[in-house]
């Protein structure tokens, strides 16, 4: 049974580009978060989606954008690149159902680098 | 957000029990507490939640304060793998946002 996975695991980019990460989610799983962690930091809300639409967003600006595919699949999207925007981006899921939420499953992350 | 406050590091040795605590004084009546860890180069790990009563699970345990504004994870017995940063997380009822803070590094020692 797959876990979360992510893809790619390392990226180099440079100031003002745009990069797409990418995330399949645990077998069975239908919600999709993404997470931001710098250096030293533990992980940032960035937005969580569900049925193909974003539910929950943190507080990150609108470079940060994504997509959920009809496979729960998500990919995270950051155009005009920043230095502060290097960290390992994590994709976690889960099985949404109300009240007491099931436990996110991680991946291993994407370390992106931006020179 | 509601927030955790947790030491910054703690040390075991192989074998002991170790507690980690962590404080949450704003926590409200429908707030669940969750613990993460983060093994290095790896992504976080659930641990084990709860609400009210303790937990047991294979992992650890979750002792939970009676006015739930504080808990402590305890691991049995460490082993080395155990060394990772632990995270104590106030998930708000109904909503799959984690709030992490710096969390508790746990170096044991053989």
């Known amino acids: 049974d797959a876990g979360v996975t992510q893809s790619p695991t390392h990226l180099i980019k440079t100031r003002g580009q745009q990069v797409t990460l990418r995330c399949s989610p645990k077998s069975g799983h239908d919600t999709v978060s993404w997470y931001q962690q710098a250096l030293g930091q533990g992980p940032q809300f960035i937005f969580q989606?569900?049925?193909?639409?974003?539910?929950q967003r943190g507080n990150f600006p609108d470079r940060f954008s994504g997509h959920q595919f009809p496979n729960y699949s998500s990919e995270l999207n950051v155009n005009a690149l920043l230095l502060g925007d290097s960290a390992l981006y994590l994709c976690a899921s889960s099985y949404r159902r109300t009240g007491d939420r099931q436990p996110q499953h991680f991946g291993d992350g994407t370390r992106l680098s931006i020179l | 957000d509601a927030k955790t406050t947790q030491p910054n590091s703690m040390e075991s040795n192989e074998e002991e029990p170790v507690h980690l605590p962590c404080n949450h004084s704003t926590i409200s009546g429908t707030d669940y507490i969750h613990w993460y860890r983060q093994l290095p180069s790896q992504g976080p790990e659930y641990v084990i939640h709860?609400?009210?009563s303790n937990v047991n699970n294979r992992m650890a345990s979750l002792a939970i304060a009676e006015d739930r504004k504080s808990s402590t994870l305890i691991l049995h017995r460490a082993t080395l793998r155990d060394a990772a940063v632990y995270y104590c997380i106030l998930r708000v009822y109904n909503t799959d946002k984690l709030i992490f803070g710096t969390g508790t590094r746990l170096q044991v020692f053989p």
């Open positions: 709860g609400l009210t």
């Open positions: 989606y569900y049925e193909e639409e974003e539910r």
